[in-house]
């Protein structure tokens, strides 16, 4: 068996190799910024980075979207507007945005957004009854998105034990798949609240099939301020506030384990 100095000596050894190791990653990162600017940046739908020079990059309106041929590749705006694709869309706004002189209404595009796929059409009201019974259809969805996930092995190995959990415990059922989606949407920048934009996954795929998704959704933001917390989404869904806890800090210090 190895003596106390020798493990105290190897114990040194070992950090200084993890400290080397970290030492190589960060000047392999410098490295590669010093070569891609555009490599840390980070730029919104519709824009692309641009690299000015070796250290300096800005993103840009996308300049051509590609031309889509699949009817599917379509989208409705929240102006009724059928677009080409979601690119064009966002290209649009940046144009506005940005003051370049391609912009066709400001006034109009400044501020469009993707509201569902498929060409605009007239959709059906959403009745009070259907509304009453939305939030447990909403809840089954999002709980059986997650089971389906987990059984295809496409969610992350730091929301799966979430998943398991739910499986055995009926309560928890729909508080950790209401919390799952929770902190899946609140994307960039993680400030606590899904914004407007950030129900775009949720919304858009369900508009053509549950027409009672964007008055559900809206009534979520109770304080109507574009944002919603874990405690009105967990309210919309008819969860006792006792269940809900804020799990996203966990799950993201889990997933950035997982990458190193």
């Known amino acids: 068996m190895l003596e106390a100095d020798e493990i105290a000596e190897a114990a040194e050894d070992a950090e200084v190799t993890v400290e080397d190791g970290r030492n190589e990653v960060g000047s392999k990162r410098q490295s590669l910024l010093r070569m891609d600017p555009c490599m840390d940046k980070h730029c919104g739908a519709g824009r692309v980075c641009k690299a000015i020079d070796e250290d300096t990059a800005e993103c840009v309106c996308v300049e051509v979207c590609d031309e889509e041929v699949d009817p599917r590749r379509k989208v409705c ?3 009724n ?27 109009k595009y400044q501020h ?11 959709m059906p009201e959403c009745k009070k009854e ?7 259809r909403m809840r089954d969805w999002l709980f059986n998105i997650m089971r389906d996930l987990a059984d295809r092995q496409e969610l992350p190995s730091h929301y799966l034990k979430m998943q398991r959990e739910a499986e055995t415990n009926h309560t ?12 899946d949407l609140d994307g960039h920048p993680h400030d606590r609240a899904v914004s407007r934009h950030e129900l775009f996954p949720i919304k858009a795929p369900l508009m053509a099939l ?16 574009h944002k ?10 008819e969860l006792n506030e006792e269940d809900l806890e804020d799990k996203c800090d966990e799950l993201a210090e889990t997933k950035k384990s997982e990458q190193y």
């Open 172 to 183: 928890l059922r729909w508080t950790n798949a209401a919390i799952w989606k929770w902190c």
């Open 81 to 107: 507007e059928t677009f080409g694709s979601d690119c064009e869309v966002y290209q649009a706004r940046c144009f506005c945005d940005s003051g370049d002189a391609r912009c066709r209404n400001a006034e």
């Open 210 to 225: 549950e027409h009672c998704i964007a008055p559900f959704l809206d009534s979520c933001d109770r304080d109507n301020d």
């Open 77 to 79: 705006t929240n102006h």
């Open 130 to 136: 259907d509304m009453a019974d939305f939030p447990r």
């Open 228 to 237: 919603i917390t874990l405690i009105e989404w967990g309210k919309c869904l």
């Open 112 to 122: 469009v957004h993707v509201v569902y796929f498929g060409e605009c059409r007239e």
